[in-house]
C-alpha cells in the first residue's frame, strides 16, 4: 500500500477491530443467517472515509446482506464513534464493498479441478 501514512494504518486497523466486533456482536440472524467477516479496512489520507471490505458467507446471501449493511450504516458508524470517541476526532464515513476474493478462490480451484 504506497503511499498509505503509518497513521491511515493504525486507523484503519482499528475500525477493522471495531467494526468487526460490531458486526460478530449482532449475530448472524442479523444478516440473514449469513456469515460476515471483515476482511479488510482502507481509510482516506484526511481520515474522513473507510472503505470496509467484508466477506459473506454462503456468497448467494450477498445482496441481501448488503441491504441490511447499507441500511445500518448509520447505526454501525454511531456504534463505532461510541467505541473510538477517545481515540478519534473525527468518526469517519463507512461505506461498504464485498471482498469476493474467496468466490475467485472457488473458481480457481474449480477451475484447475477439470
Known sequence: MEGTSTRQLKVAGQIKRDIAEIIRSKGMA???????SVS?????????????????FPSDKTEKVMEIINAT????????????????????????????????????????KQ
Open 30 to 36: 442479523a444478516y440473514d443467517g449469513a456469515m460476515v
Open 40 to 56: 479488510g479496512v482502507k481509510v482516506s489520507p484526511d481520515l474522513s472515509l473507510a472503505r470496509i471490505y467484508i466477506s459473506i
Open 73 to 112: 450504516n448509520r447505526s454501525l458508524r454511531g456504534e463505532l464513534g461510541r467505541r473510538v470517541a477517545g481515540q478519534f476526532r473525527i468518526v469517519p464515513e463507512l461505506s461498504f464493498y464485498v471482498d469476493d476474493s474467496l468466490d475467485y478462490v472457488e473458481h480457481i480451484d474449480s477451475l484447475l
